[in-house]
């Protein structure tokens, strides 16, 4: 059992499950992330893939998006059914829609190739670091029937528990903290990614999926308001029904 907060983010207790048919990508991320301190398994095609991350429960994947067998949106969409393991994926194909494709079934964050093996383990720590429980968490909070808990990193609506990503979680807790505040994509994807810049259809495609999981009508939103121009804003006296 993880008794505070350094041994919970030492790389040398957190595996990573690297899913990716090319062999020499492969070889050099893997390099990265044992240079870093993680643990890493392999898998080279999706259902491969989903048989490891069975077995050996990783703390985040890193998925490619072009497989063998099963592509990793697929194998994205199969996860989520399964587990709440933090997903990366890795994309050959730079087009928004490609990316968005990703992040809707379900991904925490993306990386286009080709890439810095570097920023993707800074990355890797990004998810992770979001991902672990603190030692001394901030409290919970409650608004519009929904309570957040910081410590379990787990949601209800009206006692129902929402099954929420790593991001999905820390957009919803950042918004809950600061009601009727409006936010930027630009503010939101520097506070809750922590990115300094960024494709902001990222921050979109997580508010549209957080509003189909706490909203009782996702076209009309009631806790998750658009500020045309500007941004978004939680709205704490907002009436949503939530849904697993």
Not at 26 to 50: C, E, I, N, P, S
Not at 135 to 160: C, I, K, M
Request: aromatic share 6%; glycine share 8%.
């Amino acid at each position: 059992m993880t008794t505070n907060t350094a041994s919970a983010m030492d790389p040398g207790n957190r595996r990573v499950l690297l899913v990716e048919d090319e062999q020499t990508i492969a070889d050099v991320v893997r390099d990265y992330l044992l240079k870093a301190g993680f643990q890493v398994d392999m898998a080279a095609d999706g259902f491969t893939a989903l048989k490891v991350a069975a077995s050996r429960q990783p703390d985040l994947v890193i998925l490619d998006r072009m497989l063998p067998g099963l592509d990793g949106v697929e194998v994205c969409r199969r996860l989520r059914q399964t587990m709440s393991v933090p997903v990366i994926m890795v994309t050959a194909l730079g087009t928004e829609d490609d990316r968005i494709l990703g992040l809707e079934m379900g991904a925490d964050d993306y990386v286009t190739k080709p890439f810095s093996p570097r920023e993707l383990v800074l990355r890797v720590k990004s998810v992770l670091r979001r991902s672990v429980k603190e030692f001394a968490p901030e409290p919970s909070v409650e608004a519009a029937g929904l309570e957040l808990d910081p410590a379990s990193r787990t949601v209800t609506h009206n006692g129902n528990p929402l099954a929420l990503t790593v991001r999905e979680f820390d957009l919803l807790a950042f918004l809950m903290r600061r009601p009727n505040q409006v936010f930027s994509r630009e503010e939101l994807i520097k506070a809750v990614w922590g990115w300094d810049f960024g494709d902001l259809s990222t921050v979109t495609v997580h508010v549209r999926r957080l509003r189909e999981k706490i909203e009782g009508n996702p076209t009309t939103p009631e806790l998750i308001k658009t500020v045309w121009g500007v941004g978004y804003r939680f709205d704490d006296t907002g009436g949503g029904h939530g849904r697993q």
